[in-house]
């Protein structure tokens, strides 16, 4: 069974960069035709998709955020890893990674934008 465990800061100061990071155990980020999302969720707001890596190391990302999110991979770790670029308090939530294939979601970390 495939876990998978955020880490990361708490909080961040405004204008700063959030980097998260995703350990995945169980199964590999390498496995082919696997993919691993980055998903948030505002207070009081639903659930955003932020962005993906693929088992191949290609990423997409949301348009809306596209211009400060960065997705990469340590296959070394088993770990994939967001960076999300001058941050604002609109950019606080609950940060979650996701194995939408396999349904599999981590536990979300909170991340707050304040100074």
């Known amino acids: 069974q495939v876990q998978l465990q955020e880490s990361g800061p708490g909080l961040v100061k405004p204008s700063q960069t959030l980097s998260l990071t995703c350990t995945v155990s169980g199964g590999s980020i390498t496995t082919r035709y696997y993919a691993w999302s980055w998903i948030r969720q505002p207070p009081g707001k639903g659930l955003e998709w932020m962005g993906v890596i693929v088992y191949d190391g290609s990423t997409y990302y949301s348009p809306s955020l596209k211009s400060r999110t960065s997705i990469s991979r340590d296959t070394s770790k088993n770990q994939f890893s967001l960076q999300l670029s001058s941050v604002t308090p609109e950019d606080t939530a609950v940060y979650y990674c996701?194995?939408?294939?396999?349904?599999?979601w981590g536990q979300g970390t909170q991340v707050t934008v304040s100074s």
């Open positions: 996701n194995a939408p294939r396999l349904g599999s």
